[in-house]
T-cell receptor, first 112, second 116 residues
Framework: QKEVEQDPGPLSVPEGAIVSLNCTYS??????FMWYRQYSRKGPELLMY????GNKEDGRFTAQVDKSSKYISLFIRDSQPSDSATYLC????????????FGPGTRLSVLP | GAVVSQHPSWVICKSGTSVKIECRSL??????MFWYRQFPKQSLMLMAT?????????EQGVEKDKFLINHASLTLSTLTVTSAHPEDSSFYIC????????????FGPGTRLTVL
């Protein structure tokens, strides 16, 4: 079993839809959870960062962490064509950032 | 804040030559820098982790003599691909963690290497 699982997609949705992106993980020691957005031929851009369980909202983006189920989600409301990208989840178990694990990424296409 | 730059953004070279890629943290001091490679439509593959003034730690299967990493300062790390071959063609991305806030990585824009 991979340490982090993520549906690679591609996921296609119409403009304005609510998008749900998810990752599951196996290492219960993970405490820091991140979502990155990567446009084609660009480096990943940090979107959301959460610590431990709970929800965090930033504009149209909401990140959820359920440590009991080892499951994290990113919701995108009112999706736009400009949201079309690959979304990578990432997590780490140490404050000093020496043990990051990335999911394989989900390709999202928002159709106008 | 937390801007990471890479240079060059793309490079084409002949087989057998060496290529150096620079990674700089522009507005913060980077405790640790990471080097990744990414093939088309695939996820990031960690190559090595480097701390300023220390030897890099390479992931299993990554040849340290082929991918030379130098982390001479808290704002600069370099990756040199020595004796490049076409199979080294890839997208190379660096990232850095900030001194005092090392739980998040900030990525550079990536360097596309094409070896002819």
């Amino acid at each position: 079993q991979k340490e982090v699982e993520q549906d690679p997609g591609p996921l296609s949705v119409p403009e304005g839809a609510i998008v749900s992106l998810n990752c599951t993980y196996s290492n219960s020691a993970f405490q820091y959870f991140m979502w990155y957005r990567q446009y084609s031929r660009k480096g990943p851009e940090l979107l959301m960062y959460t610590y431990s369980s709970g929800n965090k909202e930033d504009g149209r983006f909401t990140a959820q962490v359920d440590k009991s189920s080892k499951y994290i989600s990113l919701f995108i409301r009112d999706s736009q064509p400009s949201d079309s990208a690959t979304y990578l989840c990432a997590m780490s178990d140490k404050v000093y950032g020496q043990n990051f694990v990335f999911g394989p990424g989900t390709r999202l296409s928002v159709l106008p | 804040g937390a801007v990471v730059s890479q240079h060059p953004s793309w490079v084409i070279c002949k087989s057998g030559t060496s290529v150096k890629i620079e990674c700089r943290s522009l507005d913060f001091q980077a405790t640790t820098m990471f080097w990744y490679r990414q093939f088309p439509k695939q996820s990031l593959m960690l190559m090595a982790t480097s701390n300023e003034g220390s030897k890099a730690t390479y992931e299993q299967g990554v040849e340290k003599d082929k991918f030379l990493i130098n982390h001479a300062s808290l704002t600069l790390s370099t990756l040199t691909v020595t004796s490049a071959h076409p199979e080294d063609s890839s997208f190379y991305i660096c990232s850095a963690t900030r001194q005092g806030a090392t739980d998040t990585q900030y990525f550079g824009p990536g360097t596309r290497l094409t070896v002819l």
